[in-house]
Nanobody, 124 residues
Framework: QVQLVEYGGGLVQAGGSLRLSCAAS????????MGWFRQAPGKEREFVSR????????YYADSLKGRFTISRDNAKNTVYLQMNSLTPEDTAVYYC?????????????????WGQGTQVTVSS
C-alpha cells in the first residue's frame, strides 16, 4: 500500500519560511519522480515543483522560481519543499505526488499517488 504523508505545514508570517517534507512508503521511491502541487481556497490545484527520480532534473512553476526549492533524499524516501519569502498568496493546501512515468511534469494526471495534503497559511 503506497502512502505519501506530508509534514511541516503551519502558520507563518509574510516573509517567513517553511520546509515541507513528504515521506513515502510502499513504493520504490528512487524509481519515482516527485511533485508538489497546491490548492488555494476557491481555486484549482496547481503545479508547484517537481524533481526527477534521481534528483538531477528540477521543474518549478514560473511564478515560484527563486523562492521555492525542491530536493529529495532517496535514502530516507523523502522529498522536501523549501519555501522562502512567503506571501499570503502562498496560502494553500500543499500536496506531494509520485509519478512512475512523467510526460507532462506539471499535469496532475501524470501522477500515480497523492498525499492528503498539509495546510500552509501565511499571515500578512
Amino acid at each position: 500500500q503506497v502512502q505519501l504523508v506530508e509534514y511541516g505545514g503551519g502558520l507563518v508570517q509574510a516573509g517567513g519560511s517553511l520546509r515541507l517534507s513528504c515521506a513515502a512508503s510502499g513504493l520504490t521511491f528512487s524509481n519515482y519522480g516527485m511533485g508538489w502541487f497546491r490548492q488555494a481556497p476557491g481555486k484549482e490545484r496547481e503545479f508547484v515543483s517537481r524533481i526527477s527520480a534521481g534528483g538531477s532534473r528540477l521543474y518549478y512553476a514560473d511564478s515560484l522560481k527563486g523562492r521555492f526549492t525542491i530536493s529529495r533524499d532517496n535514502a530516507k524516501n523523502t522529498v522536501y519543499l523549501q519555501m522562502n519569502s512567503l506571501t499570503p498568496e502562498d496560502t494553500a493546501v500543499y500536496y506531494c505526488a509520485a509519478a512512475r512515468v512523467v510526460i507532462h511534469p506539471t499535469k496532475e494526471a501524470d501522477y500515480d499517488y497523492w498525499g492528503q495534503g498539509t495546510q500552509v497559511t501565511v499571515s500578512s
